[in-house]
């Protein structure tokens, strides 16, 4: 890791106005749970609202804008080629972005999932620890997913989204066969160790476990070794 480039990957993310939207979904997702709690009075409805809002949807859209937001802007200004011109190893690069935005993730999108759903679920703390068990391993993959797709286009976002709603969401609500290859099952199933009430997924854990540390590191090496391939004159 490169403390420099951290800190310019973090200032870049502070700066952008996509940091603001980074937190209008968790914040927004806390208000309409706690909102459905108090007026309901139906802390199964509240529930099964984080639940279902939250690991699919609400954190990998703050992955995909917090991996897009340290990478994104300076690939498709061209600027990355004078950051890359510097005698600077091209994974340590990936890897410092990286961990500036996982860091983002997990802070930001994480713990208001566990927090809200101690208050949501005030009988069963351990539903809440295993959720938020879960999107800690599924904010890690989504991250490092969505940092190497920002190094591959400069359309990260649009191909992120598609990926988000058609893949996680759609296509993996009817074929049960695509749970494999999800990174919300994968964060699901090894959620499901603490507290089986969170998932009835049939998964292997040693595969959500193995196919999550797989997609990890190979994702940010191959975001690294993207960026040895841009030149002085841009990358298209």
């Known amino acids: 890791m490169n403390a420099t480039i ?9 700066g ?11 914040i927004g997702l806390a208000a309409l749970v706690v909102l459905i709690r108090v007026l309901t009075d139906d802390q199964v409805a509240a529930w099964e609202t984080l639940d279902g809002m939250g690991p699919s949807l609400v ?8 991996a897009s937001s340290v990478m994104g802007p300076e690939v498709d200004d061209g600027s990355i080629v004078y950051l ?8 340590s690069v990936a890897l410092s972005k990286y961990l500036v935005a996982v860091a983002a993730v997990l802070t930001v999108g994480t713990l208001p999932i566990l927090l809200v759903g101690i208050v949501v679920r005030t009988d069963e703390p351990s539903m809440s ?3 938020w068990v879960s999107t800690v391993v599924s904010g890690i993959v989504y991250t490092a997913l969505f940092l190497a ?7 990260a976002v649009v191909f992120g989204l598609l990926y988000i709603l058609i893949w996680e969401g759609t296509l993996g609500s009817i074929f049960s ?11 699901q199933r090894v959620g499901q160790e603490l507290d089986s009430a969170i998932s009835n997924s049939d998964l292997a854990l040693w595969w959500a476990l193995l196919a999550s540390v797989a997609a990890t590191v ?3 090496w191959f975001a690294g070794d993207r960026l040895r391939s841009f030149s002085f004159q841009g990358d298209e």
């Open 129 to 131: 620890v295993a959720l």
């Open 177 to 187: 066969g695509i749970a494999t290859l999800s990174v919300a099952q994968w964060g």
């Open 218 to 220: 190979g994702a940010v």
């Open 149 to 155: 797709l920002s190094t591959l286009s400069r359309h």
């Open 84 to 91: 890359l011109a510097k005698p600077i190893s091209r994974h």
């Open 16 to 26: 952008s106005r996509r940091f603001w939207l980074l937190l209008i979904f968790p």
């Open 59 to 66: 954190l990998p859209l703050l992955a995909l804008i917090a």
């Open 6 to 14: 951290a800190r310019l990957a973090l200032q870049a993310l502070i």
